[in-house]
């Protein structure tokens, strides 16, 4: 999962939320609960202003949205997804939890206010990176932001060739063709003219577990970003893909598990009120 930003961004035949539709089940119950140490780390850096509600735009199935809750249980949460799969999670997880201050509406990052405004904060967690247009989602979140409210976006940075992540990025480079575009510096040239000033930044990396490679492998496809691979080059191209990785994966090998420390990107951004168009 981490680092494979590349993955959702060449679209499919089908919307984004279609695409994760098919892999909700198994996201939430395979990654969610390997990245609650980087959400937790995120949700801790979520500064919201005085008053508004907390926006969560590609929330999936909303681990992030229960850490908020617990951390500002008087907010109203807004949490947004174009997936209604990932919805359906997080609305059963709200109930079970006894969560009446969250709200949940279908919807892209792009469009965050058509769902939400004057928001205290926004917080998006591993999605910036799949956005084919991130800086227009990032203006959004700008406009939907009342005057001092932040935005905290945690997300996959493009992996040093060398991690596991980078070997994996370089043999679907190989086979497919598809690169994961250098979208960072770019779109932080241009966050001034979003009306939003990086005040915060910083890299996180946590220890994540899998029973073999082959089994990290097949969780991306069937529980995450590379399903949107699956169904743009089909089985056969995916199966080339796993056998050039595992050739050399970059995991190392403890006891009987792999594991691998994928490094994140955490932005805090505040909203200066110099807002300029969309972009
Ligand atoms: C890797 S999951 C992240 C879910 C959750 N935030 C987390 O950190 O576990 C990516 C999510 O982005 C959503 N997504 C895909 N395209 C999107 C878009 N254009 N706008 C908002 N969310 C999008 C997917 O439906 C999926 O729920």
Request: hydrophobic share 45%; charged share 20%.
């Amino acid at each position: 999962m981490a680092g494979d930003g590349s993955a959702l961004q060449g679209g499919t035949a089908r919307g984004p939320g279609e695409t994760w539709d098919a892999v909700a089940a198994g996201y939430a119950a395979y990654w969610s609960p390997r990245f609650v140490p980087y959400l937790r780390r995120a949700v801790e850096l979520v500064r919201p202003g005085p008053r508004g509600p907390l926006a969560v735009p590609g929330c999936g199935p909303g681990e992030e949205v229960i850490l908020l809750h617990r951390r500002f249980p008087e907010r109203v949460i807004v949490a947004t997804d174009p997936s209604a799969a990932m919805l359906a999670l997080l609305r059963a997880r709200l109930r079970q939890e006894g969560i009446g201050r969250a709200l949940t509406s279908q919807g892209t990052a792009e469009s965050l206010t058509g769902s939400v405004l004057e928001a205290a904060a926004v917080l998006s967690c591993f999605t910036l990176q799949f956005l084919p247009r991130p800086l227009e989602a990032l203006a959004d979140w700008a406009r939907a932001l009342a005057l001092g409210g932040t935005a905290t976006a945690l997300f996959w940075p493009r992996p040093a060739p060398a991690s596991a992540f980078g070997r994996l990025s370089a043999a679907i480079e190989s086979t497919l063709g598809e690169s994961r575009p250098e979208w960072e510096p770019g779109v932080r040239r241009e966050l001034p003219q979003l009306g939003l000033q990086l005040v915060h930044e910083e890299s996180l990396a946590h220890e994540i577990g899998h029973a073999s490679a082959s089994e990290l492998f097949d969780r991306l496809v069937d529980a995450g970003p590379f399903r949107a691979l699956l169904e743009r080059h089909g089985q056969a191209a995916l199966e080339r893909c796993r056998a050039a990785w595992l050739r050399d994966t970059g995991l190392e090998t403890r006891g009987a598990r792999v594991v691998d420390r994928p490094q994140a990107t955490l932005w805090v951004l505040e909203a200066s009120g110099a807002r300029g168009g969309a972009h």
